[in-house]
């Protein structure tokens, strides 16, 4: 089974600041890797597919890069909204495997 | 509006069964691969299962095989997941969620809470 790994596990950063969040894989995914958002008590939402496409309707201050093993996703100025917690996950292969998470806070 | 909402969730003991259901709308059904996903209380998500547009490809994740079986109805825009012999450790919020372009998760449901424990 593909593994992904997540870092950090959690940030704290101030409004206005760029973030970055990886993602490895434990084996060459090419670029199907997604990020998503997950809000408390709310279903998650996609941001990125295909490592770097936006999905519709979400802000352009979101960006995601990356092919093989390794990924980022940016968040350029982050605003009060996108306080949240971020998975990546994997659609190489049939078994859907998501990174642990890294949970965004307000310094 | 597309649209997934789950049903069938609830408490029920160790050993017991549940079976929940998905109502999408809004879209073709029948042309995607769906998927389920669970989250445990305070934990990240898992992905639970997945099944082929007509159903001819089905797979579940290591930890629910022999025990949890997805499958759909295209007549009825329906997606279920037959949940047998649960244990504690199953319960959790149940997204179903659709595969759309590179299989990433785009429509995801409300969810619904299963809770094992006598």
């Known amino acids: 089974d593909i593994q992904m790994t997540q870092s950090p596990s959690s940030l704290s950063a101030p409004v206005g600041d760029r973030v970055t969040i990886t993602c490895r894989s434990s084996?060459?995914?090419?670029?199907?890797l997604n990020w998503y958002q997950q809000k408390p008590g709310k279903a998650p939402k996609l941001l990125i597919y295909?490592?770097?496409s936006l999905q519709s309707g979400v802000p352009s201050r979101f960006s995601g890069s990356g092919s093989g093993t390794d990924f980022t996703l940016t968040i350029s100025s982050l605003q009060p909204e996108d306080f949240a917690t971020y998975y990546c996950?994997?659609?190489?292969?049939?078994?859907?495997?998501f990174g642990q998470g890294t949970k965004v806070e307000v310094k | 509006e597309v649209q997934l909402v789950e049903s069938g969730g609830g408490l029920v003991q160790p050993g017991g069964s549940l079976r929940l259901s998905c109502a999408a709308s809004?879209?073709?059904?029948?042309?995607?691969?769906m998927s389920w996903v669970r989250q445990a209380p305070g934990k990240g998500l898992e992905w639970v299962a997945n099944?082929?547009?007509?159903?001819?490809?089905?797979y579940v994740v290591d930890s629910v095989k022999g025990r949890f079986t997805v499958f759909r109805d295209n007549a009825n825009n329906s997606l279920y997941l037959q949940m047998n012999s649960l244990r504690a450790e199953d319960t959790a919020v149940y997204y179903c969620?659709?595969?759309?372009?590179?299989?990433?998760?785009?429509?995801w449901g409300q969810g619904t809470m299963v809770t094992v424990s006598s």
């Open positions: 809004g879209f073709t059904f029948s042309n995607f691969w």
């Open positions: 969620a659709r595969d759309g372009s590179f299989e990433a998760f785009d429509i």
């Open positions: 295909a490592a770097s």
């Open positions: 099944i082929k547009q007509d159903g001819s490809e089905k």
């Open positions: 084996q060459s995914i090419r670029t199907y």
């Open positions: 996950q994997q659609s190489y292969s049939t078994l859907g495997t």
